[in-house]
């Protein structure tokens, strides 16, 4: 199967700072995905990104699909205690199967 | 309107036994799938089904059966369950995975059904 490599595994952040994570890949995909899930529940899409080059924005959440297209990364500003979670990055290869890296995890505090 | 539906939400298996995870969603979607994730691990897909009467395999299928009955339900047999196959398992389903303007279509997830196999 497809193997992503997303770090970092984990982040301890201040209310307030900005975050950012990647996720790189040996293959190329097609789309790149950004979800959130919180304790208990599935997963939830954040951003989706289709070129190569893309830089998209949901709120405070900017994410961007490498030139490559084997890597993109998720950038939040100014957070808050609500962005807890596992942050998951998932490719989308032969357009119809995804593969999500290993996540990270999220604390702010307060 | 309650999404993506799945049963049981825990389960405890002896090793050997075998059960059924059942999921329904009631937003008319094509595209259902099934992922477990393991600590410390993202979603891996086990199989899923671009439409009804279909199914193909994903990253990690062997020890599952799947039956796409209706366009509403798909389910994940365990036949034989080993303790590797102690997991959270979730369920999710798409429109499709592409609408003809190019853009993916969100996929959904169920609440997961957590199994513990002893």
């Known amino acids: 199967g497809q193997q992503l490599n997303q770090s970092p595994q984990s982040m301890f952040i201040q209310e307030g700072e900005d975050v950012s994570m990647n996720c790189t890949s040996s293959?190329?995909?097609?789309?790149w995905l950004w979800y959130k899930q919180e304790p208990g529940e599935g997963p939830v899409l954040l951003i989706a990104?289709?070129?190569?080059?893309e830089l998209t924005s949901n709120g405070r959440l900017t994410a961007q699909f490498g030139i490559t297209r084997k890597d993109s990364f998720l950038n939040i500003s100014a957070s808050i205690p609500s962005d807890v979670g596992i942050y998951f990055c998932?490719?989308?290869?032969?357009?119809?199967?995804?593969?999500f890296g290993s996540g990270t995890k999220l604390n702010v505090k307060p | 309107n309650a999404g993506v539906t799945q049963t049981p939400k825990f389960q405890v298996l002896k090793t050997g036994q075998s059960m059924t995870l059942q999921c329904a969603q009631d937003?008319?979607?094509?595209?259902m799938y099934w992922y477990r994730q393991d600590p410390g691990m993202g979603l891996r897909l086990i199989y899923y089904?671009?439409?009804?009467?279909?199914?193909d395999k994903g990253e990690v299928p062997n020890g599952y059966n799947v039956s796409r009955l209706n366009k509403r339900e798909f389910s994940l047999r365990l036949e034989s369950a080993a303790p590797s196959q102690t997991s959270v398992y979730f369920c999710?389903?798409?429109?499709?995975?592409?609408?003809?303007?190019?853009?993916?279509?969100?996929?959904?997830f169920g609440p997961g059904t957590r199994l513990l196999v002893l």
């Open positions: 293959s190329i995909f097609n789309t």
């Open positions: 990104l289709y070129k190569a080059g």
């Open positions: 998932a490719g989308l290869y032969n357009f119809n199967k995804f593969y």
């Open positions: 089904s671009a439409s009804e009467g279909t199914t």
């Open positions: 937003m008319n979607h094509n595209s």
């Open positions: 999710a389903s798409s429109a499709d995975p592409w609408t003809s303007g190019g853009q993916l279509e969100t996929q959904y």
